[in-house]
Each structure stands twice: as C-alpha cells, then as structure tokens.
C-alpha cells in the first residue's frame, strides 16, 4: 500500500486562484518531506523542503510567496499554489524519507492545469 | 553529491534480462547507489539500494563494480509494466533530510 498519500490527484483551476496539494506520510512520521515539479518529457525538478515546525527551505528560482508550505504535523505538508497562472501547469510531487535514512518514498503525484 | 551517467533510452524485449548501467565516477565513500523508476504520470518508486555489495530483491539485482565508480540495475523478466524511466541517484542514506537530485534517467521501454 501506498506510504506516502498525495491529494488531489488531479485538479483544474482558473488563473489567478489558488490551489492547495496535500502530502500525508501513513507509515511513519516525518520531520522533513520534499516537494518537487515536472514539466512534461523532464526530470523532477526539487522546489523545496518541507521542514516540520519550521519555515520551509527553498531551491534558488522558487518563489517563496508563490508556493506556499505548511508543514503543521509529522505526517502532513501542504504545498499551495497562489495566484496560479497557465504556467503554473505541471505534475507536482512529494516525498518523504523513512527515518533512519532509508529510502525515500513519493507521493502518486498531482497534475495541476490552470485555465 | 555525485553526479551520474545514464544511456538516454534501452528497449528490450518482454521476458529478456533488462541491464541498465550507471556511471558514478565521482562517488563518495559514505554515498550509496539508489534506483528508483517512474512509471507515466506516477510518482517514482523506489527499487534498490546499496553501498559496494551487491544487492538483491523481489524487484531487481544491482551490481556494483570493486571501485564502485559504476553500477547496473538488472530486471531479471522484463514485463510491458516494467516500462518507465529508470533513475540512478548517489546520496548519503545517513539523514532523514537528505534530498534527492534527479538526473534524466533511462527511458526503458518494454516490447513484446
């Protein structure tokens, strides 16, 4: 079964709204969950690290105000798109690693369209 | 980190030995070879680790040269769901916050 939870798996917005992607560890509590972007025919491209209790750290480009994160308890993140635009459009990830540094697991992955 | 070095894309045949090579030259002592894959518009899923040994389980073998500057990731029975982009990524295993870097990988596809 799944370990790690994303929701929704796919959502449809206007430009100019905002939308909120949901991340949940269901086996284990984590303390650090990751969140990253894919345009069509690319790599996963890290956004940002979802620190729990904590602000969130962000990769150089991603704009902070933009993509917001919340990271409330050890087993959920949020990542919310303000403001969308058409560019906004992509396949959103999370992930979190099993304590004791195993292997990280991801998320089903959300497809964001904004129209 | 490390950097690696995947072949763009490998087709292979349904039921045949899938081998995918991985250049690591630049490899640390304390970073492992991890693989994960991506199946279309799926989140990626872990397949195997490991340090210098080599590994197996119920999903694949992975072969680490002595020197540990290369690896293979081997599908023993290639099926059409094994097809995906197949990742090679070096880390640290010892943080619970280490984050991965993703290159662009092995397209694999599958054919009957």
């Known amino acids: 079964g799944a370990v790690v939870s994303q929701h929704p798996s796919w959502v449809i917005c206007k430009s100019g709204t905002s939308v909120k992607i949901e991340c949940r560890s269901l086996d284990f509590q984590a303390t650090t969950m990751f969140w990253y972007r894919q345009f069509p025919k690319q790599s996963l491209m890290l956004m940002a690290t979802?620190?729990?209790?904590?602000?969130?750290?962000?990769e150089q480009g991603v704009e902070k105000d933009k993509f917001l994160i919340n990271h409330a308890s050890l087993t959920l993140s949020t990542l919310t798109v303000t403001s969308a635009h058409p560019e906004d459009s992509s396949f959103y990830i999370c992930?979190?690693?099993?304590?004791?540094?195993?292997?990280?697991?991801f998320g089903q992955g959300t497809r964001l369209t904004v129209v | 980190d490390a950097k690696t070095t995947q072949p763009t894309s490998m087709d292979c045949a349904e039921g045949r030995a899938a081998n995918l090579p991985c250049n690591h030259s630049?490899?640390?002592?304390?970073?492992?070879v991890y693989w994960y894959r991506q199946i279309h518009s799926q989140g990626p899923q872990y397949i195997i680790h490991g340090l210098k040994n080599n590994e197996t389980n119920e999903m694949a073998s992975l072969i680490i040269t002595e020197d540990r500057k290369s690896s293979t990731l081997i599908l023993p029975h290639a099926t059409l769901r094994d097809t995906a982009v197949y990742y090679c990524i070096v880390r640290v295993a010892s943080s619970n916050d280490y984050k991965l870097s993703f290159g662009a990988g092995t397209t694999v596809t599958v054919r009957a």
């Open positions: 630049t490899i640390s002592g304390n970073e492992y």
């Open positions: 992930s979190a690693n099993r304590p004791g540094g195993g292997e990280a697991f």
């Open positions: 979802s620190n729990e209790g904590s602000k969130a750290t962000y």
